[in-house]
């Protein structure tokens, strides 16, 4: 059974950092690559960052560009979002997913499994 577990989200003043962990049972590395998207009231799923099956190649939207990194652990087969500058427009439910087909996607739909979500607040 795939499981996606996130943690690592809270409430932080703007300009601080929070680092997202996805701890992925069930998948065996290296056979995904793994996404995170954001998602707040009323608005869809949106795109944040994506890594390939062995975390040579990176994609970031516009908005988050230079300020978030992704990585992850081969060896704990866990995924990583370190978030500085935080902004309150970065406010949202930040979920991981898990892409079988191993490259980097940014279409929401594209990916198999997902995580069940933690939510960041970034006050002003």
């Known amino acids: 059974q795939v499981q996606l577990v996130e943690s690592g989200g809270g409430l932080v003043q703007a300009g601080g950092s929070l680092r997202l962990s996805c701890v992925a049972s069930g998948l065996t590395f290296p056979t995904y690559a793994m996404g995170w998207f954001r998602q707040v009231p009323g608005k869809e799923r949106e795109f944040v960052a994506a890594?390939?099956?062995?975390?040579?190649?990176?994609l970031y939207a516009d908005s988050v560009k230079g300020r978030f990194t992704i990585s992850r652990d081969k060896v704990k087969n866990t995924g990583y979002l370190q978030m500085n500058s935080l902004k309150p427009e970065d406010t949202a439910v930040y979920y991981c997913?898990?892409?079988?087909?191993?490259?980097?996607?940014?279409?929401?739909?594209?990916?198999?499994?997902w995580g069940q979500g933690t939510q960041v607040t970034v006050s002003s």
């Open positions: 890594i390939n099956w062995n975390g040579g190649r990176t």
């Open positions: 997913a898990a892409d079988l087909t191993m490259g980097l996607v940014v279409d929401s739909g594209a990916y198999d499994y």
